[in-house]
Structure formats: C-alpha cells, structure tokens
C-alpha cells in the first residue's frame, strides 16, 4: 500500500482521512499520523482514525527538513501537509518521497 503521512491537525487532516477512507480500501493506503506532545493534550480526532502514529517535537510543523527526515525514515510515500501552516510549507505540495528515497540508495 502507500504510506501517506499527515503533517497537519484538526480539520484539514480529519477530512483528509475520511476521503481516503471512502476512495480507497484499506489494503491500498496506510495511514500515519505525525502527533506532538501538545496534539496529545488537544485529544485530536484524527488521531484516532490513523493506521500508525509517528511522535515527534512540537516544532515539527514546521521543520521541512525534519519532515522529510521522518519520510525518508520511515518509508513514507507521500505527505499530506493540510492547510499549510507557513510559506515554507508550500515545499512539501507534490513532493513524492519516493523519489528522494531512491536516490538515497
């Protein structure tokens, strides 16, 4: 399946998830939640509805390096950045981790 990570919270990643659920069957996506010690506290809804979680710093969002660090550790294909938080952000809009993955190796 591909693995999507959301790098986003509360609505935009919940809707995103929902549609996923109703386009795809489960075999063909795996879905990974990034969460930071403050999401935790906020009890966000999309937390619950993700395949995996993966913890990391309240900085995250962020951190497009660090970002990338995360897909390229852990075998993400694709990254879904919600409603962006920042400019910067607007890096990771059709960025295909796979590709930086390959050439990694």
């Not at 619950?48 to 390229?72: A, F, R």
């Not at 919600?82 to 993955?101: E, F, I, K, N, S």
């Given at each position: 399946?591909w693995?999507?990570?959301?790098?986003?919270?509360?609505?935009?990643a919940?809707?995103?998830?929902?549609s996923?659920?109703?386009?795809?069957?489960?075999?063909?996506?795996?879905?990974?939640?990034?969460?930071?010690?403050?999401?935790?506290?906020?009890?966000?809804?999309?937390l619950?509805?993700?395949?995996?979680?993966?913890?990391?710093?309240?900085?995250?969002?962020?951190?497009?390096?660090?970002?990338?660090?995360?897909?390229?550790e852990?075998?993400?294909?694709?990254?879904?950045?919600?409603?962006?938080?920042?400019?910067?952000?607007?890096?990771?809009?059709?960025?295909?981790?796979?590709?930086?993955?390959?050439?990694?190796?």
């Open positions: 399946p693995i999507i990570l959301i790098v986003n919270r509360g609505l935009s919940l809707k995103f998830i929902l996923l659920r109703d386009c795809y069957v489960s075999q063909q996506v795996w879905i990974t939640g990034l969460f930071t010690p403050d999401d935790l506290l906020s009890d966000y809804k999309y619950t509805l993700v395949n995996e979680v993966i913890e990391s710093s309240n900085s995250i969002y962020m951190d497009i390096k660090g970002i990338i660090q995360l897909c390229l852990n075998q993400i294909d694709a990254v879904f950045p919600g409603w962006v938080y920042g400019y910067d952000a607007m890096h990771l809009y059709g960025r295909d981790c796979t590709t930086q993955r390959r050439n990694q190796n």
